[in-house]
């Protein structure tokens, strides 16, 4: 069975599509909810007019009975116009009363019962005001009739129970309202935390992603500043052990012409058969050691030449770069540093992978000093100086220098250490020499070693020299 694998970089995009379409249902559920929020507003509104028509309904009725018994008492004829007045509302108001609910047939039926007793009602009253206090006798047994009908409670309590019905509607409403948001709330909520939560983890992959890329992209240029820096010293390394044999073999190709031209003179002494052909053989012996001393000679030059191909470059740039560099060795004991250079002489003219090189060979020795001790303290500070140069300070807090080798270490092949090479600091020098600078080391103030180099600036007219800054080692 093969099994699909997802790898950081293929559920990301996933993870931000299910946010957006999460999102988006978020929005959908809340729309909904909103335009329900309106259904239940305009719920309110329609028991509103509802409960509104009925009293209005019940206040028409008593202002009818009122002008019917204050026409019968008094004849008053306002109390007549009032009466037909409130008797055409009364019509009106339970048409209107009707509309409200007409969608709900049981209401339209109780509505219409209500419509034929307040009829009954009216009809009684207007048979009353129409008799008047002229013939009050026969009025009075409608009235007397009125009592035993009932109507108008019978139309109270028709209007009673309209209300009651209305208003349980309402509440029902309501409750089933608050029931179905209270639902959708949690469902909303939910998806609004399950959308936090991908958009989350998205982000969160992404970073690591983006992280990871930064990374190779770092290892990549570590790989091959490393790759540079070592073709660089690979040269640097064959040119100071040519230099130190053609010092070296310098001696005793001296010594071999002196000793050729010794014999020679004795053999020409001599009274030798052979004197001439032993002559002739020591003479080509001799050339060829001139030749052997020429070709040294042209080596030694060669070497002494010190070529650099120099551009306007950042210290600071260099001396990060090195850093970086060195700082992969030290990954198990990591080394607190403290990189102090004025920006105002941070350009230099010089060889920027050979200037690498000199940087990554200070660090890597004062790494190496440290490595046993607790405090691990590495500063690199720099000032403008005398004609045009810079002065590059990079000191640790290691045990300084070994008196035995203190004058010496800057001799190829000069070494305290068992797998050393002792080739570092003379290959430093011979670059630092040929950008016109110098090096030179001394113990640092509060103990360990502290190296100073000199190199050209590329403004030499822009600075000012600056009295050496006092090293927190
Ligand atoms: P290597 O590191 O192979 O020994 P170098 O030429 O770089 O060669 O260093 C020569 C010697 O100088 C070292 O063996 C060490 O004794 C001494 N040295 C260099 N840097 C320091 C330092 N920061 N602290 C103490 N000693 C140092």
Redesign the pocket.
Known sequence: MTRKRFSNSTLAPWLLGATLLLFIVIAGALILNLMRLRDSFSWVQHTNDALLAISGIQREVLEAETNERGYLLTGIDSYRENYNHTRDTLASRLDSLRSIVTDNPEHVARVDDLRQLIDMRTAQLGRVIELGPERVREALDILEQARTDRLTERVEASLSALTRVEQALLTERMSRHDHESLAAALITACLLILAVASAAIAAFLLEHQRAAARQQEADQRLQSLQAELMRVARLSTMGEMSSALAHELNQPLGAITNYVQGSRRLVEASSHPDKAKIGAALDKAAQQTLRAGAVIQRLREFVGRGETDKTVESLRAIAEDALALASVVTRDRPVDVALTLDPAVDRVLVDKVQVQQVFL??F???F??MHELPERLLSITSRAVEDGMIEVVVA?S?????PQ?ADR??QPF????AE???????I?QTIIQAHGGSIN?EPAPAG??M?RFTLPCADPGAHEPRPAAVSVL
């Open positions: 060979n200070l890597r020795n004062a190496e000093a640790d290691g045990p300084g220098l070994d080798i270490m800057f000069e070494t305290t250490k050393g090479m002792g080739i570092g600091l003379s430093s080391a360990g070693t190296f």
